[in-house]
């Protein structure tokens, strides 16, 4: 399909959309304008590689599907996870979240305590067998018999064991929960393990410290919408999100291809916005989408890099709490890819998922450039993820 045809088959979908009684559902489940809706499940769509006929799948499916229950278990971590979910700028993702799913039990939101709360996990365990969702937060320490954490008197080993036994599919949330993430650092005292790990069993996991919420929400709207859980890699991480190097996308590449580096901290370079390869940037040897979701819907630059910040490489095993911040990343490719602007040429401002889904909407043009964007994004062509 030509640039041209794409753009118009995207506008005719939003268009036809936009009075639709799915959209009158989501006004009403919701209490968010239709444009409003319609712009986050065109975000969420682009941000998922999913092609344009797909937007009125997960609109019905966000608006009439039944919330599934969701057990959140919490262990070594920081809540960072929980809080970037719900301290999101933009009101509406959380919540939307909050409305798409049945929060059973979650220990930071739960108005209930102690016995109330454990009896509370209990009942909806038993309710929804087989059903609910297990998103486990934080690292599980497996020395000394678990003995570093307990809740309710069970160790996290016995009580991630547990309420995994009778889950309909088991998410990690955050670096933690995926690969054992900062409290695994080295010499890892309480033996901090990942989720996979102690049940013996891949999980898909959604890495990051903390995580970008958009791709936890993507995760559990491609579960409603098409009743499993995304493609994943190696790792399990969504190839969605996952599938693409840091470096690949990052709007200071053009530096880095050209040999431009900031070499100090506030040094000409450094204010001049080139690259920071030679400040450690691990972006060369990270999967994520940090560059084109950004953070807190507050617009460009809003990532570590944007921020002139080297990426330390938070999402990936072996590298995240694990390299040295000043160590000089492995390089994964070297080839600057083909869409770029060649180094002699000004960088523009780039389009995020985020604006183009709301360009899409909002101006009822632009949804084509979010779709196209999310087909950088998908790894339709390339390599998953992969392990160093
Ligand atoms: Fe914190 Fe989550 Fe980092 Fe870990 O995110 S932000 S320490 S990944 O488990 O709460
Ligand atoms: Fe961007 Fe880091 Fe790659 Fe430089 S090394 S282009 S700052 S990701
Ligand atoms: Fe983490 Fe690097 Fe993204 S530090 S948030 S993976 S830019």
Known sequence: MSAIDFWLETSRVAKAMEQSEALGAAERRFGVRRRDFLHFAATLVASMGLPTSALGAVVNAMTQSKRPSVIWLQFQECTG??????????????????????????ETLAAAAGHQVEAARKAAMKENAGRYLLVVEGAIPTRENGIYCKVGGQTAVDLVQEVAADAA???????????????STSPNPTGASSVGAVLGKSVVTIPGCPPNPYNFLSTVVHFLTFGALPEVDARGRPKFAYGRLIHENCERRAHFDAGRFATR???????????????GCKGPETYANCPQLLFNDCGAGAWPVGTGHPCIGCTEEGVGFTK????????????????????????????TVVTAGAAAVLGGLAIGAGLKLASKLGNKDGEPGEKS
Not at 169 to 183: E, K, L, Q, Y
Request: contains cysteine; proline residues 8%.
């Open 324 to 351: 040295p911040i000043h160590q000089l990343a492995v390089l994964k490719t070297v080839t600057p890819p083909t869409q770029f602007a060649r180094p002699a040429e000004p960088q523009g401002q780039g389009a």
């Open 81 to 106: 996870c929980t809080e970037s979910l719900l301290r999101a700028e933009h009101p509406t993702l959380e919540k939307l979240l909050l409305e798409l799913i049945s929060l059973d039990y979650h």
């Open 169 to 183: 599919a088991v998410i990690s949330i955050g670096s933690c929960a995926s690969w054992g993430g900062m409290p």
């Open 265 to 279: 901290f506030g040094d000409e370079g450094h204010r001049q916005g080139w690259c920071l390869y030679k400040l």
